[in-house]
T-cell receptor, first 113, second 114 residues
């Protein structure tokens, strides 16, 4: 158990819909990262927050957004969903801005039908 | 651009045999290197990491990796594998600066056969 908690574990939704994935980082960790894992793209970095502020941005679509709240939990919002958004979404956390060990949650499986 | 290359997409091996999973990285600056393991239908678990110091790093489950700066490699090894080691292994490098995040290789599926 890494200490990073993600909900829901599985989610099935229809195209065009919007979903929210939630992440609670390890106790004391200030950085939260979101990654997408798909068969064709592998593990892709989406976005990082540090202590409530966006720090780094990767290959995140405009239809996707994220935020980190004062209690340090984070949410990833996916809207206007397409079939190609079906993937495993990971949240990860670390205790620094970066360059240290990053621990991953179990992931949220999203299936868009 | 920094990238991580895992040279083998699949590695089949018999139980109790040694295994090496290869990883090369490209970077002109210091890097932090990691190996993660993903068991079927599970999340990513940290296996080991190299941040600095000794180039031979020991991790969990009997795995170890050696950082080789001249060859820009960080190969993962285990002297004797078990059926339970069957999983996908990911090499990753941390890219610092304003785009700080982990860059992953495409993964190596280790299949241990009895």
């Amino acid at each position: 158990d890494s200490g990073v908690t993600q909900t829901p574990k599985h989610l099935i939704t229809a195209t065009g819909q919007r979903v929210t994935l939630r992440c609670s980082p390890r106790s004391g960790d200030l950085s939260v990262y979101w990654y997408q894992q798909s068969l064709d793209q592998g593990l892709q970095f989406l976005i990082q927050y540090y202590n409530g502020e966006e720090r780094a941005k990767g290959n995140i679509l405009e239809r996707f957004s994220a935020q980190q709240f004062p209690d340090l939990h984070s949410e990833l919002n996916l809207s206007s969903l397409e079939l190609g958004d079906s993937a495993l979404y990971f949240c990860a956390s670390s205790d620094r801005r970066g360059g240290n060990t990053i621990y991953f949650g179990e992931g949220s499986w999203l299936t868009v039908v | 651009a920094q990238s991580v290359t895992q040279l083998d997409s699949q590695v089949p091996v018999f139980e109790e045999a040694p295994v090496e999973l290869r990883c090369n990285y490209s970077s002109s600056v210091s890097v932090y290197l990691f190996w993660y393991v993903q068991y079927p239908n599970q999340g990513l678990q940290l296996l080991l990491k190299y941040l600095s110091g000794s180039t031979l790093v020991k991790g969990i489950n009997g795995f170890e990796a050696e950082f080789n700066k001249s060859q820009t490699s960080f190969h993962l090894r285990k002297p004797s594998v078990h059926i339970s080691d069957t999983a996908e292994y990911f090499c990753a490098a941390y890219r610092g600066g304003s785009q700080g995040n982990l860059i992953f290789g495409k993964g190596t599926k280790l299949s241990v056969k009895p």
